[in-house]
T-cell receptor, first 113, second 108 residues
Framework: ETGVTQSPTHLIKTRGQQVTLRCSSQSGHNTVSWYQQALGQGPQFIFQYYREEENGRGNFPPRFSGLQFPNYSSELNVNALELDDSALYLCASSRDRGYNEQFFGPGTRLTVL | RKEVEQDPGPFNVPEGATVAFNCTYSNSASQSFFWYRQDCRKEPKLLMSVYSSGNEDGRFTAQLNRASQYISLLIRDSKLSDSATYLC?????????FGQGTELSVKP
C-alpha cells in the first residue's frame, strides 16, 4: 500500500450540508493534492498544499477549501453541498511539490442526496 | 476540448492478445507523462512514466510523441489480471491532469 490514508471511507450527506474529509500523507512527504472523481470520469484536480500553503488550484468554486497541518496531513472542506458533488475524493501525497510521482490514498466516497 | 483525451472503450480482448491505448493532450507546455491503472472502486496507481525515447516494462511499452502531443500504451500477451481502467496522465506544474480512462476487460 501507499501509506496514504483517508477518512472516512464512505459518507452520505444531504444538499446544503457541509463536509470535511481527511488525509494523512505518506511519511516524509510535504505535498498533498486533492482530486474529485465522478463516476466514469478521470480524477480532476481540486488543489494542492505544500508546506501548509495552497500551491495551485483547479477549476472548483470557493466552497471547496482546504487546510494542511504542520504534520502535512490535510483536510478538504466542502460547503453548501450540491448533488453533483457526489464523487470519489482522492488525496495524493508526494515527497515535494516538484516530484513527479504522487501516491494516492483509497479515497472517500461521498454521496449527496 | 478536454485537456487529455482517451478512447473510453471498453476494450474486450481474449487472453494473450495485444492491445493498444492512445491518448492526446492539448497543452504543449505539459512537462511529464504517465499511465496510471485503476481497478474498480480503488485508487489510481502509477503503471509507468512515459518518455520520448519510449520505454518498456515487461509486457508494457509506452511511447510519447511531443510533436503530435500523443501518448500510447501497448500491452502484449494480456492477462486476466490486466483488466482495469487505464488512465493517461500529464503533469502541468504540480497538478496531474487525467484523461477519462480506457476500460480494458481481458476474457479467458
Amino acid at each position: 500500500e501507499t501509506g496514504v490514508t483517508q477518512s472516512p471511507t464512505h459518507l452520505i450527506k444531504t444538499r446544503g450540508q457541509q463536509v470535511t474529509l481527511r488525509c494523512s500523507s505518506q511519511s516524509g512527504h510535504n505535498t498533498v493534492s486533492w482530486y474529485q472523481q465522478a463516476l466514469g470520469q478521470g480524477p480532476q484536480f481540486i488543489f494542492q498544499y505544500y508546506r501548509e500553503e495552497e500551491n495551485g488550484r483547479g477549476n472548483f468554486p470557493p466552497r471547496f477549501s482546504g487546510l494542511q497541518f504542520p504534520n502535512y496531513s490535510s483536510e478538504l472542506n466542502v460547503n453548501a453541498l450540491e448533488l453533483d458533488d457526489s464523487a470519489l475524493y482522492l488525496c495524493a501525497s508526494s515527497r515535494d511539490r516538484g516530484y513527479n510521482e504522487q501516491f494516492f490514498g483509497p479515497g472517500t466516497r461521498l454521496t449527496v442526496l | 476540448r478536454k485537456e487529455v483525451e482517451q478512447d473510453p472503450g471498453p476494450f474486450n480482448v481474449p487472453e494473450g492478445a495485444t492491445v493498444a491505448f492512445n491518448c492526446t493532450y492539448s497543452n504543449s507546455a505539459s512537462q511529464s507523462f504517465f499511465w496510471y491503472r485503476q481497478d474498480c472502486r480503488k485508487e489510481p496507481k502509477l503503471l509507468m512514466s512515459v518518455y520520448s525515447s519510449g520505454n518498456e516494462d515487461g509486457r508494457f511499452t509506452a511511447q510519447l510523441n511531443r510533436a503530435s502531443q500523443y501518448i500510447s500504451l501497448l500491452i502484449r500477451d494480456s492477462k486476466l489480471s490486466d483488466s482495469a481502467t487505464y488512465l493517461c496522465v500529464v503533469k502541468q506544474g504540480g497538478k496531474l491532469i487525467f484523461g477519462q480512462g480506457t476500460e480494458l476487460s481481458v476474457k479467458p
